[in-house]
């Protein structure tokens, strides 16, 4: 594990909390802790979160 350090919402200044996500990518669905914002629902994606999420998709596609 990584340590996160915590995000804060630019529009309710609440730290955003990581919160079982569904996303699809390319007609596949996978989940993953998205942070969240608890008051307004926003959600934060990190660049590298989400490339290394969809390389882990890529590869379990590949392996079939
Ligand atoms: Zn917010």
Request: net charge negative.
């Amino acid at each position: 594990m990584t340590e996160t350090k915590p995000v804060i919402c630019y529009k309710c200044q609440k730290e955003l909390v990581p919160t079982k996500t569904y996303l699809s990518y390319l007609g596949h669905s996978f989940s993953a802790d998205i942070l969240k914002c608890p008051e307004c629902g926003e959600v934060y994606i990190p660049e590298e979160l989400a490339k290394s999420r969809i390389a882990e998709v890529e590869m379990q596609l590949e392996d079939k």
